[in-house]
């Protein structure tokens, strides 16, 4: 796992994050915040919070309460405990970019299928830098709708063992996805001593939680495993247009949900979430990768430090982007780049996200890939003493020397930068030789090598024939027809 | 002008620094440093330093005590008054690229030519964003190698109302400089009271200053103008193979030609310069953008502000790729981020560089911009009041609402957010629509229109006439045979 060691880059003075404070505070107990839910409102009523229908008006310092018995880290076991995760503090967890309907790969756009949404888990499990695959890097549309949980988890929980995801669209899906992470753990009371997956809950903002999302939280939480709290803010839409509105709206949801899942289960594990950027006034269209998102992620970061808890940024790898090009390159680097300025916890859609999320990309995901590795090298200390001031070196080469053969150098050629992946240092007479590839040409190169790396992941036959069992089961109650979707990996 | 009132990136501890500090002291007392020039030679031997053929080995003490009595802030005159520079502090000056010998427009890679320059300088003096046309965007290539300077420094000054460059060859190319410099101003004394104009003096790394340079660097500060002194190390090459040697050998060279300057003009403006990046091992190549570059500006930022000296960065925008790409888009945002983060008060290289500074390139040029527009909106503080917490947006909103049509808002929408030039957040069947023109397309779009906004600036017609009759008295003078030269402007 990625520590980051680095300084934190803050921006917001002490009077900015007061009045901020002051802001969620006034808004949770004078607006309120909508559940949609009659157990919440419930759990809400019977801790003494005002409810009007189904509005809570929340008492800040009960929230605070709430908040503290949240874990400010925690562990998170996988299949492989080589990737085990913590939670928290300096460590980073990156997940690849999760739910575009679309995938692009070179010129073809097409709607996501699951043999995609495989090949993509397939590169979340072969390179280092992704901690899990999530539960699915694009829709696999060629499933039916109410049963495509099912083969997502089979597929993610078998191709890769990292860390996974669950989906959170209902009740009875969330229950699928626990069921079968008891499964592949040894049962139920394995999952409930230490988390193995995550669901991201949305919130339906502005300052609702919508029923079924509910459901989802309610049951995920219930399981002990992790919940990713995400405001969904759009500034201009479901945000005001101001910065500072969207951080104390953004603080006021997330907020009510941590003390929800207190109050289901006191400890918890959450991940309070952000997912702040802005739409362009003129068309209406989400934008990614501009300065509101990278002040967004600074300052999200700095608040969440503040409550304690474990901070998911919105993303890195964000982009409006229509393509692999000079745009996604910028717009991508910024909001990765906050993200660890910020010192997110949590880095969802950090690799593949293109056209404002609505297709999961191979060639991005290669482009991300290699954000993170500059990154992470970009965030390692520096380690500053005699030994690597080189004076022996300055006094072998003198004035107007050269140091490739030095022997300060010879000791040190082979890994003493970085050395990009994708990123062409060719001269250009040799580039042109080769093809005149830019990177989205050689991207396109790349991910089919990488996936030819991919080896299955040891797994217990039994488990496996279960787990099979399971969803041939619920295939059937849930009255799907015998899927002929096609898979990557067989 | 651009005023960065955003916190710095600090990634040095006081350890570190005082660890790099006795580097530099070490490396300047002990190895020294080589002036091929008996002048500047003499001035370090009369100030009581040791010199030892042509090194010299400087006093620590005796070097920041010179470095002193620099001015840490100073202003520079431009023709228009609007267009002054203010230098230091949390100012930022922001200079397009300089000197490639090739051009790229789309697909078409040439010599640079001048009606190349001066098309770089009109869009130099269109982008409010850049503060300067510097000497030449791109190296006219189709002029008369000894008398090129003349039609540069008519091509930047009349095209342009702003500050701009020199040319640093030689002592005969400085002295025109400066003469032209005069006519401009009014007068040698004009120009001397407040410096015009500034020149790149690039160090021969490692640890020595040639003799060409050094008369470039007599000649600039006696006549008062600003000179960047600038260390260009690639590490592997004229620098160690570890960061902080290259730091150390950097501020070496940086501080030993700050002191000769202050040792020739007690007070002269001088900016202490860093270009600081790496081969790669394999190919010798120089790479760009990667973590090596970005970890070196915030490094240099810290140390020259303990120095209490201007800063110019390495360069924003820098890119080893070939293309205006993906990789060009993130390593170009890497650098020019890293400039804004480390807190530079001088961006050289800060629009159209390409394939690691041999191509200066039109797309690119646009693409920077852009970003330059990102950063500075990025790097303006966020005003967090009572107000921008918009309560009574919430208040009208309500839960699960809309803000598209809200009275905050309605106030808003203009201005609320930053605009892009050049990124599309147009939806895919619009985008398709319009011909599904990536950056780069988008990019050699804009240029030309942006050429059509470019007005010349006003100019005395006795100026004008003076400045010519100089040129063509220096051309005859320097054996040139009359240029049949295109220019854009004519």
Same mark, same amino acid.
């Given at each position: 796992?990625?520590?980051?060691?680095?300084?934190?880059?803050?921006?917001?003075?002490?009077?900015? &994050?007061?009045?901020?404070?002051?802001?969620?505070?006034?808004?949770?107990?004078?607006?309120?915040?909508?559940?949609?839910?009659?157990?919440?409102?419930?759990?809400?009523?019977?801790?003494?919070?005002?409810?009007?229908?189904?509005?809570?008006?929340?008492?800040?310092?009960?929230? &605070?309460?709430?908040? %503290?018995?949240?874990?400010?880290?925690?562990?998170?076991?996988?299949?492989?405990?080589?990737?085990?995760?913590?939670?928290?503090?300096? $460590?980073?967890?990156?997940?690849?970019?999760?739910?575009?309907?679309?995938?692009?790969?070179?010129?073809?756009?097409?709607?996501?299928?699951?043999?995609?949404?495989?090949?993509?888990?397939?590169?979340?499990?072969?390179?280092?830098?992704?901690?899990?695959?999530?539960?699915?890097?694009?829709?696999?549309?060629?499933?039916?709708?109410?049963?495509?949980?099912?083969?997502?988890?089979?597929?993610?929980?078998?191709?890769?063992?990292?860390?996974? +995801?669950?989906?959170?669209?209902?009740?009875?899906?969330?229950?699928?996805?626990?069921?079968? %992470? +008891?499964?592949?753990?040894?049962?139920?009371?394995?999952?409930?001593?230490?988390?193995?997956?995550?669901?991201?809950?949305?919130?339906?903002?502005?300052?609702?939680?919508?029923?079924?999302?509910?459901?989802?939280?309610?049951?995920?939480?219930?399981?002990?495993?992790?919940?990713?709290?995400?405001?969904?803010?759009?500034?201009?839409?479901?945000?005001?247009?101001?910065?500072?509105? %969207?951080?104390?709206?953004?603080?006021?949801?997330?907020?009510?949900?941590?003390?929800?899942?207190? &109050?289901?289960?006191?400890?918890?594990?959450?991940?309070?979430?952000?997912?702040?950027?802005?739409?362009?006034?003129?068309?209406?269209?989400?934008?990614?990768?501009?300065?509101?998102?990278?002040?967004?992620?600074?300052?999200?970061?700095?608040?969440?430090?503040?409550?304690?808890?474990?901070?998911?940024?919105?993303?890195?790898?964000?982009?409006?982007?229509?393509?692999?090009?000079?745009?996604?390159?910028?717009?991508?680097?910024?909001?990765?780049?906050? %993200?660890?300025?910020?010192?997110?916890?949590?880095?969802?859609?950090?690799?593949?996200?293109?056209?404002?999320?609505?297709?999961?990309?191979?060639?991005?995901?290669?482009?991300?890939?290699?954000?993170?590795?500059?990154?992470?090298?970009?965030?390692?200390?520096?380690?500053?003493?005699?030994?690597?001031? #080189?004076?022996?070196?300055?006094?072998?080469?003198?004035?107007?020397? $050269?140091?490739?053969?030095?022997?300060?150098?010879?000791?040190?050629?082979?890994?003493?930068?970085?050395?990009?992946?994708?990123?062409?240092?060719?001269?250009?007479?040799?580039?042109?030789?080769?093809?005149?590839?830019?990177? #989205?040409?050689?991207?396109?190169?790349?991910?089919?090598?990488?996936?030819?790396?991919?080896?299955?992941?040891?797994?217990?036959?039994?488990?496996?024939?279960? &787990?099979?069992?399971?969803?041939?089961?619920?295939?059937?109650?849930?009255?799907?027809?015998?899927?002929?979707?096609?898979?990557?990996?067989?």
């Amino acid at each position: 796992m990625f520590v980051n060691r680095m300084p934190r880059h803050e921006i917001l003075s002490e009077e900015a &994050l007061a009045t901020i404070d002051g802001g969620w505070r006034r808004l949770v107990s004078e607006i309120g915040i909508q559940f949609d839910h009659p157990e919440a409102l419930e759990l809400f009523r019977r801790a003494g919070q005002t409810v009007e229908d189904d509005i809570v008006k929340l008492d800040p310092e009960f929230v &605070l309460e709430q908040v %503290a018995k949240a874990p400010s880290e925690f562990r998170m076991r996988a299949r492989n405990p080589a990737n085990d995760l913590h939670v928290g503090g300096d $460590h980073m967890v990156f997940v690849p970019t999760q739910g575009p309907p679309f995938v692009r790969a070179g010129a073809t756009r097409s709607e996501g299928t699951l043999a995609d949404l495989e090949r993509f888990a397939q590169l979340a499990q072969v390179f280092p830098e992704l901690d899990s695959p999530g539960s699915r890097v694009c829709e696999p549309n060629d499933l039916d709708l109410d049963s495509r949980h099912l083969y997502q988890q089979l597929s993610v929980t078998t191709i890769s063992d990292k860390v996974f +995801g669950g989906s959170a669209n209902s009740r009875e899906v969330a229950r699928d996805c626990v069921a079968m %992470a +008891g499964i592949l753990f040894g049962g139920r009371e394995a999952i409930d001593a230490t988390p193995v997956m995550f669901a991201v809950v949305n919130v339906n903002s502005p300052l609702r939680y919508d029923g079924r999302m509910l459901d989802a939280l309610l049951e995920y939480t219930a399981a002990g495993q992790v919940v990713l709290l995400t405001p969904f803010l759009l500034m201009g839409a479901m945000a005001p247009v101001t910065i500072p509105a %969207a951080l104390v709206q953004q603080a006021a949801e997330a907020l009510a949900g941590v003390a929800l899942v207190q &109050l289901v289960r006191p400890g918890a594990p959450v991940i309070l979430g952000s997912f702040l950027s802005n739409i362009d006034m003129q068309s209406g269209s989400p934008g990614f990768g501009g300065p509101e998102s990278a002040i967004g992620l600074l300052a999200s970061g700095q608040i969440a430090r503040r409550l304690g808890l474990p901070w998911r940024s919105g993303g890195g790898g964000l982009t409006t982007s229509q393509t692999v090009d000079v745009q996604a390159g910028y717009e991508a680097f910024n909001t990765l780049h906050a %993200a660890f300025l910020a010192g997110a916890n949590w880095v969802h859609q950090s690799a593949g996200w293109l056209e404002g999320g609505l297709v999961a990309c191979y060639e991005k995901f290669i482009a991300d890939v290699e954000l993170l590795q500059i990154l992470r090298a970009q965030f390692t200390p520096l380690e500053v003493d005699e030994a690597s001031l #080189a004076f022996d070196a300055h006094d072998e080469v003198r004035h107007g020397g $050269h140091f490739l053969g030095a022997a300060h150098t010879m000791e040190r050629f082979r890994d003493c930068f970085y050395r990009p992946m994708l990123a062409s240092t060719e001269n250009f007479e040799r580039w042109n030789r080769l093809g005149a590839r830019d990177g #989205a040409a050689r991207a396109a190169e790349l991910w089919p090598k990488k996936l030819e790396e991919w080896q299955r992941p040891p797994m217990d036959d039994a488990v496996r024939a279960e &787990l099979e069992e399971y969803v041939e089961r619920r295939r059937v109650e849930l009255g799907d027809p015998l899927p002929t979707v096609a898979h990557a990996v067989g």
